[in-house]
């Protein structure tokens, strides 16, 4: 007679799917490509423009509509996805980053090189969107948090490789070779059009979504399930926007600190979107901001002593940590508040949080630093990330209180309740 029990189901580890698909692997090639395009520019293109004569106005001009053009595009990429589709929408902007840099190769005056920098804006708002969107579709909705935080990281490496690459080859090797290689690298995604698929749908909607239930923007920033994590991210990027903008310039620091501070930044960031997609597919996502915005805030907060390098760069440190979380867990917890034809609507409204707090944050900063200084008005960007703390609880217990409802319907339904996260196939499908 044998002793051993049999085994029960429950005991049994399910194998964990496979993350890197065929065409998630293609849309990370695409979005490597088009960042690095966009970051070899974003400081070469102002510095070319006030080299020419344009001056400090000029150069201002530059990035503004290039920031004006990315959030025309993020408004718009709800409804030119639902009517052209991913793939047709993703070649549309990649042709937008990519073509006009020829023309800007034989004409550089200050008026091409503003309309350059305008449909450059617009598509890579266009490209940012798709991609955003790409990516919780075609990567296993168990792994969708890890999946979004291997993404992140593709996306971080060009911002601190191109962009001191492109102000040092400008400088050495003139602008023109710049723009040849960020014209090439812009057309990857429209390279990678044929491959990728023509209709993608996600193993599942969102935890709390219906899948037949289109979900456009507007429908989206309605609901408080996105406007949260939302403004959430926002009040870090406005801390982001500072940063990027004013370290370099903050008295009492040196040039070689703040390059160092704004690295460290740099690299925990990755570190933060990749470690945060990992653990917020185990623990749950929402249960990540409310301690992330504190980490991020108190290396903000750090910056109060910018005479100490051990306090810039583990504050730095900090800083890109909870950013970096924060970045993960705010974009996959709305997509899984929305249903799989609102994860369109979800990228587009996260994207305008970037970019709302990366403009937002250096225009108050430059009003506030004149009258407190730099250190305070570091501290002051730090208690933005703290006064959103309050919104951090809401998005988690408004998950809570889905999960409930969704389980008490599948009882009155006489099936098992089983845990709050529904399961369902392991692979994206694609037609």
Known sequence: ????????????????????????????????????????????????????????????????????????????????????????????????????????????????????????????????????????????????????????????????????????????????????LAAATALVPAAMWVWLPRDVTADGPGEDGDQDQPAGLLAGLRQS??????????????????????????????RNMAAAGLFAQALTAMAGRWWGGRLGDRLGHARLLAPALPIAAAGMAALFWLASPVAVIAGMGLFGLGFGILQNATFALMISRMPASGFGAASAIWNLAYDAGYGAGPAAFGVFVGVTGYPVAFVFAALVMVLALPLARGPRAAGGRMARVSAGQQARRGSHPGPPTPTRPARAGVS
Request: aromatic share 6%; no cysteine; charged share 10%.
């Open 1 to 180: 007679m044998s002793s051993s029990a049999p085994r029960r189901p429950g005991n049994l580890t399910r194998p964990r799917s496979r993350l890197v698909g065929g065409p998630f692997a293609l849309v990370l090639v695409s979005a490597f490509g088009m960042e690095i395009s966009f970051f070899l520019l974003i400081s070469a293109t102002p510095m070319a423009a006030a080299a020419a004569g344009a001056g400090s106005a000029g150069a201002g001009l530059v990035t503004g509509v290039l920031l004006l053009g990315t959030v025309a595009a993020e408004l718009a990429s709800p409804v030119l996805m639902r009517r052209g589709g991913y793939r047709a929408t993703l070649a549309a902007g990649s042709l937008l980053m990519g073509v006009p840099l020829l023309v800007l190769l034989a004409h550089s005056t200050l008026t091409i090189t503003v309309i350059a920098s305008l449909a450059r804006g617009f598509g890579f708002g266009l490209g940012a969107v798709v991609l955003g969107t790409l990516v919780p579709l075609l990567v296993p909705a168990d792994r969708r948090g890890e999946g979004l935080g291997l993404s992140g990281v593709v996306e971080t490496i060009p911002g601190v490789v191109a962009l001191p690459a492109g102000v040092w080859l400008a400088g050495h090797v003139g602008f023109g070779p710049v723009v040849s």
């Open 225 to 254: 399930g996105q406007r949260r994590p939302a403004l959430i991210f926002a009040a870090s990027t406005v801390a982001a926007g500072v940063v990027v903008s004013f370290l370099p310039l903050a008295t009492g620091l040196s």
